[in-house]
């Protein structure tokens, strides 16, 4: 399996524009976890999905992040309006859950500059 | 790839010594935790794993150790080589049947040739 792959790897916009950021999870993994890292606030979790449906979006910044899972295998984090301040390093990560917690595996991350 | 946290705190080692790193969680409830390790350019990546009814664990080269009166948990890395710089993360499953992984804030580890 190639991992949790994200496209694109690097994203620069002019503030205003429509984002929309993608993550296929590794094949076979029930949960996807969209995370955002920055320097003052390191590795933030926005949203859990488990079976393709969103458990907590309770880290979705404002009601400009949407994100929706259509199915096992694809996953896409939109942000409209972009702002500057969403500048950033997402990831995208899955598992799969069995009892009790297990690791999440980390795609390479999407970086996002919003000028 | 980002370089995460100008402040963060750094751990610096001579090549073949032993490292610690340290880390506090949040909640007693909290029944798995993770190390990862991120590189600069890449995303995190798994280290090793501990649950809450344990408080030792070893891989190759590294241990996790885990205090849950302190709720406090380390990652001893032995004979540390160049290619152990890096920024580490703990994780926490909060316990609460969800799967989320919550983070710290990272230990940047420099390893000195």
């Known amino acids: 399996d190639a991992g949790v792959i994200q496209s694109p790897r690097h994203e620069v916009t002019e503030m205003g524009q429509e984002v929309t950021l993608r993550c296929k999870p590794i094949?076979?993994?029930?949960?996807l976890f969209w995370y955002r890292q920055t320097m003052m606030r390191g590795l933030e979790l926005l949203i859990y999905?488990?079976?393709?449906?969103?458990?907590?979006d309770s880290g979705m910044p404002e009601d400009r992040f949407s994100d929706k899972m259509p199915n096992a295998s694809f996953s896409t984090l939109k942000i409209q309006p972009s702002e500057p301040r969403d500048s950033a390093v997402y990831f995208c990560?899955?598992?799969?859950?069995?009892?009790?917690?297990?690791?999440?595996?980390f795609g390479q991350g999407t970086r996002l500059t919003v000028v | 790839g980002e370089s995460v946290g100008l402040h963060l705190p750094t751990l610096s080692v001579q090549e073949g010594d032993n490292s610690i790193i340290n880390c506090a969680y949040s909640?007693?409830?909290?029944?798995?935790f993770i190390w990862y390790k991120q590189e600069s350019g890449k995303g995190p990546q798994f280290i090793i794993d501990?649950?809450?009814?344990?408080d030792k664990r070893q891989g190759q080269r590294v241990t996790v150790l885990l205090n849950k009166t302190v709720k406090h948990l380390s990652l001893q890395i032995a004979a540390t080589q160049p290619g152990d710089s890096a920024v580490y993360f703990c994780?926490?499953?909060?316990?609460?049947?969800?799967?989320?992984?919550?983070f710290g804030s990272g230990t940047r580890l420099l390893v000195r040739p």
């Open positions: 990560a899955s598992s799969f859950e069995g009892v009790g917690g297990t690791e999440a595996f």
């Open positions: 094949s076979g993994h029930n949960s």
């Open positions: 999905f488990n079976n393709n449906v969103p458990i907590d």
């Open positions: 909640n007693s409830a909290s029944d798995y």
């Open positions: 501990i649950r809450s009814n344990m």
């Open positions: 994780a926490e499953n909060l316990g609460d049947s969800s799967y989320k992984l919550i």
